[in-house]
């Protein structure tokens, strides 16, 4: 069963259709990219999955359920974490805590608990800071726990946010242009980065990426999106000779050209 | 041993009070501004978590004192008293020494269930809506009581001095001073904890980036309700326990000025400092009670403080953080649970 | 309620209508441009109707130093009018330069700037209130007051100009705003405050033209407000203005036509329920309404809700 289905979406922005016809299934294990040019509906697509909108028409199953209509923090605790185009930490607060507060959909206490200070409270809180420390060893970050993310550089601030939404243990993780404003090293960093949380945390992942270099060297599979609609889907290799691809990105022009 | 020090002390410099008070080596003035800061602490911290840690703007923090005021004041007239509202007491006049913190609590729980109701509609607009609603809130909460003749209106509602002589009667102790440094006590403590803990952090989350929050699987709406509740019902707490100092409340006591001075005591104090709030609460009272020779000239002169505060230190006097974070040596009295 | 008390109520909640508008305005236009609440607004209306006071018995001959001429009521009134707008612009104009501007510089965070208006506002109402004392005063009756009764019902010609005024005034920003450069540079930095100063438009002057506007509204519905209830105090414009600044708001805040609607609705709503209720119940109806209101459309009457990016 794939992990995600999404099955003949419309979406609407008042008389503006942003999303058209959208099909598409996500295999369990898969590594998937996401293109298009700008104001393709890619970032919609995001949103309509971890449920910042509702579509205005067909389903999306996460992994076999309906999840559409539900609100993000719902469809997040499901397991399907997101990260953003522009990072967006808490930077009032460490790193560390950052990785805490992401837990918030498996807290195991409530209002009482933490008023009353009681074992629940002191268990639970103990246990949330032993998995955000972990996560915080394997990615390498420990030396950075009690700073603020702002004050990172820009790589290990999408490596902290990258961090953060494993927390949620997903089981896909949607990542929104993670190698967006970074520079070459930073991006070879990355490209391993995915692979390796990949294999590491036998997850799905699904990423919208301008940057050729990593969409071509980490996706097996690419869905290329214009105009809310798929125009073409296959391996790396078949997207980059597709012409309605190559029509898409520099117009019919480059059609002639190439 | 060690992370009960802070409490030990406080401890201790309540009974300090309540001996000087019962030895009458402290006059009834000296007592009254005692419970003044007591009261104002809690007010200042409790708005705080709305508008300092949370990042909203509530300017209706009042309001919801007067709930508690005004419930809190007719439950024990009604338990305790013979009037000409209720008739004869519900309880024996002896009981109220145990039953005064329960009304004092029904009166929070009052306000939390107003704050619940004005929260409901207005998280789930845009920020400012806040200001707007909880400013309407306020004159309605006021409006509302000066059209409620039985229990004064306009006029007021009085006679709680004769709740505070019962307690005192039965045993003879100061008791309303004890329980506002009771109540004190219990907001800071309630307060640090919700906003130290991993959960209570949500709250700050929604301030920093409601968003990611969300998207990060805090359910920003209900972590909102619950700031916004133990925020109000906290300060219905501390209604209840100024309107039995003052043995007399009328709606004017409840306007939009004092809501501002509250939030003076917060944006004074620094948002999202806990320690910032009970300090300029305490600040706050003492000046006001200085600057009194000065009459009218005190309210032009505490705006401007805070004005200058603005322009030059706008976090606040501790502005995001704790007397702990500047004197690490404290930390010893105020030990986190960390691992 | 009959016809005709319906029609007296209609024109008392058409003129208190107008004195909530033209506060509001003030309210909005400052919104629109720098998404600030200026709390202090309600008691700029009130230094407005001071300024006028002092203004008008001036002009009167009231003082040791006086005018050489005596001038007719009339013109006296005219003239009070102008030149209370002006300066009560220029305290406005004060504000922003003292108390605002500063913090905008240092990219202060809204809240901050709210709080400082809050806090001008409180200085600025107890300031006069230690000044000039708690006594209140009369404004002078500088319009003869002709009272007209059309198939019983009466009205005043202060109430007629209370409301001429208000739809002028609207008209006059209507075009401001759409058709000169300076409107429609206010305009623009609603929509995008960072890309504005990059085009070359000069972000403080259009601030500075934005406080003049709200600021003269306000003391023309002051001097016109203390016209039509001759009393003054300290404390007139702080109820007064937080209910235009509501009126603003369900209006749908940062719009023009909104705050008139809004305040033409919060007036009508006042007078009507008291005409109806006891009059202690107005408030509580009246806020109990909008609330009702905002909470069904929590944009306003003519707000858009903006789309949030992630």
């Given at each position: 069963m794939p992990v995600l289905q999404m099955r003949k979406i419309n979406h609407f922005f008042g008389g503006l259709q942003a999303v058209r016809h959208f099909n598409l299934n996500i295999e369990e294990g898969e590594l998937r990219g996401l293109i298009g040019p700008n104001g393709a509906g890619k970032t919609t697509i995001f949103n309509l999955v971890s449920g910042f909108y509702r579509p205005t028409e067909g389903d999306i199953l996460f992994q076999g359920k309906p999840i559409a209509g539900l609100r993000p923090h719902q469809v997040t605790a499901r397991g399907l974490a997101r990260t953003f185009q522009n990072i967006r930490m808490w930077n009032s607060m460490t790193v560390l805590e950052n990785l805490c507060i992401s837990q918030h959909f498996d807290m195991g206490y409530g209002l009482l608990d933490t008023i009353l200070a009681n074992r629940r409270f002191v268990e639970n809180e103990k246990r949330i800071r032993k998995t955000a420390m972990e996560l915080l060893e394997i990615l390498d970050l420990r030396d950075y726990a009690?700073?603020?993310?702002?004050?990172?550089?820009y790589g290990l601030q999408r490596r902290v946010e990258i961090g953060r939404a494993l927390t949620i243990k997903p089981k896909l993780l949607l990542l929104d242009e993670p190698a967006a404003g970074m520079n070459p090293s930073d991006i070879d960093k990355l490209i391993e980065l995915i692979r390796w949380i990949r294999d590491q945390f036998k997850l799905t992942l699904w990423l919208i990426e301008h940057q050729m270099k990593v969409v071509m060297s980490v996706c097996e599979a690419i869905s290329v999106l214009d105009f809310g609609e798929i125009i073409a889907e296959g391996r790396p290799d078949e997207i980059r000779n597709n012409p309605r691809v190559i029509k898409a990105y520099l117009g019919d022009e480059g059609i002639t050209h190439a | 041993m060690q992370r009960h020090l802070a409490l030990m002390l406080y401890i201790a410099i309540c009974g300090l009070i309540v001996f000087l008070v019962k030895a009458e080596w402290i006059n009834a003035y000296i007592q009254i501004v005692i419970m003044f800061i007591g009261i104002n602490i809690m007010l200042s911290s409790s708005l705080n978590l709305v508008n300092g840690y949370m990042g909203e703007f509530s300017c209706g923090h009042a309001g919801f004192m007067a709930v508690g005021a005004y419930v809190t004041s007719i439950l024990n007239m009604w338990f305790f008293t013979k009037g000409n509202l209720f008739g004869d007491a519900l309880f024996s006049p002896s009981l109220s020494v145990i039953l005064f913190p329960v009304t004092l609590l029904i009166g929070g729980a009052c306000a939390a269930l107003i704050g619940l109701l004005v929260a409901i509609p207005s998280f789930k607009t845009r920020g400012d809506y806040l200001a707007i609603i909880t400013l309407a809130v306020n004159y309605i909460i006021k409006s509302a009581i000066e059209n409620i003749q039985t229990i004064g209106g306009a006029r007021g509602f009085m006679g709680m001095r004769k709740v505070v002589n019962a307690m005192s009667d039965t045993v003879p102790l100061p008791w309303l001073m004890i329980w506002i440094l009771v109540f004190t006590g219990l907001t800071v403590v309630v307060l640090h904890r919700f906003v130290s803990s991993t959960f209570g952090k949500g709250v700050v989350a929604v301030r920093d980036d409601e968003i990611a929050a969300e998207i990060m699987s805090v359910n920003t709406q209900r972590m909102k309700l619950i700031a916004f509740m133990l925020s109000s019902g906290l300060a219905g707490i501390a209604g209840g326990l100024f309107a039995h100092v003052l043995g007399y409340i009328n709606?004017?006591?409840?306007?939009i000025m004092k809501s501002t001075e509250i939030m003076v005591m917060v944006y004074l104090g620094g948002m999202g400092s806990l320690s910032g709030s009970v300090m300029s609460a305490i600040l706050f009272t003492v000046l006001m009670e200085f600057l009194r020779p000065l009459q009218l000239f005190k309210w032009v002169l505490i705006p401007l403080l805070l004005i200058i505060l603005m322009m030059f230190r706008p976090e606040g006097i501790m502005g995001h953080r704790e007397l702990p974070d500047m004197f690490p040596k404290l930390r010893r009295l105020f030990p986190s649970r960390e691992v | 309620m009959d016809i005709q008390s319906f029609f007296q109520n209609l024109i008392n909640a058409m003129q208190w209508g107008s004195f909530y508008a033209l506060i509001a305005l003030g309210y909005t236009l400052v919104y629109g441009v720098l998404l600030l609440i200026n709390f202090a607004h309600g008691d700029i209306f009130m230094v407005g109707a001071y300024i006028g006071f002092f203004v008008a018995t001036f002009l009167l001959g009231s003082y040791a130093f006086h005018l050489p001429m005596i001038l007719s009521p009339n013109v006296v009134f005219v003239l009070t009018l102008l030149i209370t707008m002006i300066l009560t612009a220029g305290v406005g104009v004060t504000l922003e330069r003292v108390a605002y501007r500063p913090l905008r510089r240092r990219g202060a965070g809204r809240l901050y700037i709210v709080i400082t208006a809050l806090m001008a506002g409180l200085i600025l109402e107890n300031g006069n209130l230690a000044l000039l004392g708690a006594s209140r005063r009369a404004f002078p009756d500088l319009i003869e007051k002709v009272v007209y009764t059309i198939g019983g019902v009466t009205f005043t010609n202060v109430k007629i100009i209370v409301i001429l005024a208000a739809l002028g005034v609207f008209f006059l920003l209507e075009t401001i705003v759409r058709k000169t450069k300076i409107g429609m540079a206010m305009r623009a930095i609603s929509y995008d405050r960072v890309a504005v100063p990059l085009m070359g438009i000069p972000i403080d002057t259009v601030i500075v033209f934005t406080f003049i506007l709200g600021s003269s509204m306000a003391a023309l519905a002051g001097v016109l407000f203390v016209s039509a209830y001759p009393v003054l105090e300290p404390y007139m414009g702080a109820m007064i203005g937080w209910k235009a600044f509501i009126a603003a708001v369900v209006g749908g805040i940062g719009e023009i036509r909104g705050a008139f609607i809004g305040g033409f609705v919060l007036g009508f709503i006042e007078i009507f329920v008291a005409a109806v209720f006891p009059s202690t119940f107005r408030d509580l109806i009246a806020f109990g309404i909008l609330l009702l209101f905002l909470s069904i459309k929590p944009t306003g009457i003519f707000g858009v809700a903006r789309a949030q990016k992630i």
């Amino acid at each position: 069963m794939p992990v995600l289905q999404m099955r003949k979406i419309n979406h609407f922005f008042g008389g503006l259709q942003a999303v058209r016809h959208f099909n598409l299934n996500i295999e369990e294990g898969e590594l998937r990219g996401l293109i298009g040019p700008n104001g393709a509906g890619k970032t919609t697509i995001f949103n309509l999955v971890s449920g910042f909108y509702r579509p205005t028409e067909g389903d999306i199953l996460f992994q076999g359920k309906p999840i559409a209509g539900l609100r993000p923090h719902q469809v997040t605790a499901r397991g399907l974490a997101r990260t953003f185009q522009n990072i967006r930490m808490w930077n009032s607060m460490t790193v560390l805590e950052n990785l805490c507060i992401s837990q918030h959909f498996d807290m195991g206490y409530g209002l009482l608990d933490t008023i009353l200070a009681n074992r629940r409270f002191v268990e639970n809180e103990k246990r949330i800071r032993k998995t955000a420390m972990e996560l915080l060893e394997i990615l390498d970050l420990r030396d950075y726990a009690n700073e603020y993310p702002k004050n990172l550089p820009y790589g290990l601030q999408r490596r902290v946010e990258i961090g953060r939404a494993l927390t949620i243990k997903p089981k896909l993780l949607l990542l929104d242009e993670p190698a967006a404003g970074m520079n070459p090293s930073d991006i070879d960093k990355l490209i391993e980065l995915i692979r390796w949380i990949r294999d590491q945390f036998k997850l799905t992942l699904w990423l919208i990426e301008h940057q050729m270099k990593v969409v071509m060297s980490v996706c097996e599979a690419i869905s290329v999106l214009d105009f809310g609609e798929i125009i073409a889907e296959g391996r790396p290799d078949e997207i980059r000779n597709n012409p309605r691809v190559i029509k898409a990105y520099l117009g019919d022009e480059g059609i002639t050209h190439a | 041993m060690q992370r009960h020090l802070a409490l030990m002390l406080y401890i201790a410099i309540c009974g300090l009070i309540v001996f000087l008070v019962k030895a009458e080596w402290i006059n009834a003035y000296i007592q009254i501004v005692i419970m003044f800061i007591g009261i104002n602490i809690m007010l200042s911290s409790s708005l705080n978590l709305v508008n300092g840690y949370m990042g909203e703007f509530s300017c209706g923090h009042a309001g919801f004192m007067a709930v508690g005021a005004y419930v809190t004041s007719i439950l024990n007239m009604w338990f305790f008293t013979k009037g000409n509202l209720f008739g004869d007491a519900l309880f024996s006049p002896s009981l109220s020494v145990i039953l005064f913190p329960v009304t004092l609590l029904i009166g929070g729980a009052c306000a939390a269930l107003i704050g619940l109701l004005v929260a409901i509609p207005s998280f789930k607009t845009r920020g400012d809506y806040l200001a707007i609603i909880t400013l309407a809130v306020n004159y309605i909460i006021k409006s509302a009581i000066e059209n409620i003749q039985t229990i004064g209106g306009a006029r007021g509602f009085m006679g709680m001095r004769k709740v505070v002589n019962a307690m005192s009667d039965t045993v003879p102790l100061p008791w309303l001073m004890i329980w506002i440094l009771v109540f004190t006590g219990l907001t800071v403590v309630v307060l640090h904890r919700f906003v130290s803990s991993t959960f209570g952090k949500g709250v700050v989350a929604v301030r920093d980036d409601e968003i990611a929050a969300e998207i990060m699987s805090v359910n920003t709406q209900r972590m909102k309700l619950i700031a916004f509740m133990l925020s109000s019902g906290l300060a219905g707490i501390a209604g209840g326990l100024f309107a039995h100092v003052l043995g007399y409340i009328n709606p004017g006591s409840f306007t939009i000025m004092k809501s501002t001075e509250i939030m003076v005591m917060v944006y004074l104090g620094g948002m999202g400092s806990l320690s910032g709030s009970v300090m300029s609460a305490i600040l706050f009272t003492v000046l006001m009670e200085f600057l009194r020779p000065l009459q009218l000239f005190k309210w032009v002169l505490i705006p401007l403080l805070l004005i200058i505060l603005m322009m030059f230190r706008p976090e606040g006097i501790m502005g995001h953080r704790e007397l702990p974070d500047m004197f690490p040596k404290l930390r010893r009295l105020f030990p986190s649970r960390e691992v | 309620m009959d016809i005709q008390s319906f029609f007296q109520n209609l024109i008392n909640a058409m003129q208190w209508g107008s004195f909530y508008a033209l506060i509001a305005l003030g309210y909005t236009l400052v919104y629109g441009v720098l998404l600030l609440i200026n709390f202090a607004h309600g008691d700029i209306f009130m230094v407005g109707a001071y300024i006028g006071f002092f203004v008008a018995t001036f002009l009167l001959g009231s003082y040791a130093f006086h005018l050489p001429m005596i001038l007719s009521p009339n013109v006296v009134f005219v003239l009070t009018l102008l030149i209370t707008m002006i300066l009560t612009a220029g305290v406005g104009v004060t504000l922003e330069r003292v108390a605002y501007r500063p913090l905008r510089r240092r990219g202060a965070g809204r809240l901050y700037i709210v709080i400082t208006a809050l806090m001008a506002g409180l200085i600025l109402e107890n300031g006069n209130l230690a000044l000039l004392g708690a006594s209140r005063r009369a404004f002078p009756d500088l319009i003869e007051k002709v009272v007209y009764t059309i198939g019983g019902v009466t009205f005043t010609n202060v109430k007629i100009i209370v409301i001429l005024a208000a739809l002028g005034v609207f008209f006059l920003l209507e075009t401001i705003v759409r058709k000169t450069k300076i409107g429609m540079a206010m305009r623009a930095i609603s929509y995008d405050r960072v890309a504005v100063p990059l085009m070359g438009i000069p972000i403080d002057t259009v601030i500075v033209f934005t406080f003049i506007l709200g600021s003269s509204m306000a003391a023309l519905a002051g001097v016109l407000f203390v016209s039509a209830y001759p009393v003054l105090e300290p404390y007139m414009g702080a109820m007064i203005g937080w209910k235009a600044f509501i009126a603003a708001v369900v209006g749908g805040i940062g719009e023009i036509r909104g705050a008139f609607i809004g305040g033409f609705v919060l007036g009508f709503i006042e007078i009507f329920v008291a005409a109806v209720f006891p009059s202690t119940f107005r408030d509580l109806i009246a806020f109990g309404i909008l609330l009702l209101f905002l909470s069904i459309k929590p944009t306003g009457i003519f707000g858009v809700a903006r789309a949030q990016k992630i």
